[in-house]
């Protein structure tokens, strides 16, 4: 079945440094999504990726699609303690009728 | 708006006790409703989804059941809990047929079996 997998699984980052989390699947998908959960929280719908080779910034975080549409990344610039959480990526498959496949997440420690 | 509510927001049960947790959502009609079950500092597990009244699915095999008797109301129960029932539990809706739009999750629940 669909594999999504996420890495890297933990991150501690110091407070201005940058740093990328990678999604990649076993299949082609049809778009790909990103989630934000704080410590406590729920999962936030972040942004969603649906051509191939798409890039697309929301503020310090960058996201891309690759070509192939088997892969992304989340690379976020300057971090912040605000970017404290877990980041889930979500991909969807064309035929899936609309059932996301989550990664594992990589949870985001920021050091001051 | 779309609302989504889900309660209760913590809950402590004994093994072998029954569970009912329920999700209702506001404002759309016809949404896609998702059960997901989160272990501590892990991903997203998916239990259950329904596309519509009466319409369930289920994604793995275990001591849950899911219902949606109206069309904006998903119960996930168990007639009796198990110490690995334990977790964050989290409803979803997405709009039907456009799950470009993302999903929308509710603020989960925390059981704790003991």
């Known amino acids: 079945g669909q594999q999504v997998m996420q890495i890297p699984q933990y991150q501690h980052v110091q407070e201005g440094e940058d740093f990328t989390t990678y999604c990649n699947s076993s299949?082609?998908?049809?778009?790909i999504q990103w989630y934000k959960q704080r410590p406590g929280g729920h999962p936030v719908f972040l942004i969603q990726l649906v051509k191939s080779g798409e890039v697309k910034k929301q503020k310090r975080l960058t996201f891309q699609f690759g070509e192939a549409k088997k892969n992304s990344s989340l690379h976020i610039t300057a971090t912040q303690t605000t970017d404290v959480g877990t980041y889930f990526c979500a991909g969807l498959k064309g035929d899936s009728w609309g059932k996301l496949q989550f990664g594992a997440g990589t949870q985001v420690v920021v050091t001051p | 708006s779309q609302t989504i509510h889900q309660w209760p927001a913590t809950l402590v049960q004994p093994v072998g006790s029954p569970l009912s947790l329920e999700c209702t959502v506001e404002?759309?009609?016809?949404?896609?409703l998702y059960w997901y079950r989160q272990a501590a500092g892990r991903g997203l597990q998916l239990l259950f989804y329904s596309i519509g009244i009466g319409q369930i699915s289920s994604e793995v095999p275990q001591n849950l059941s899911a219902s949606r008797p109206q069309d904006r109301q998903f119960i996930l129960s168990s007639k009796k809990l198990l110490l690995s029932d334990s977790g964050f539990y989290l409803c979803a809706w997405s709009v039907q047929y456009r799950p470009n739009y993302g999903y929308t999750f509710g603020s989960g629940t925390r059981l704790t079996v003991v």
């Open positions: 404002g759309t009609s016809n949404p896609n």
């Open positions: 299949t082609t998908l049809s778009n």
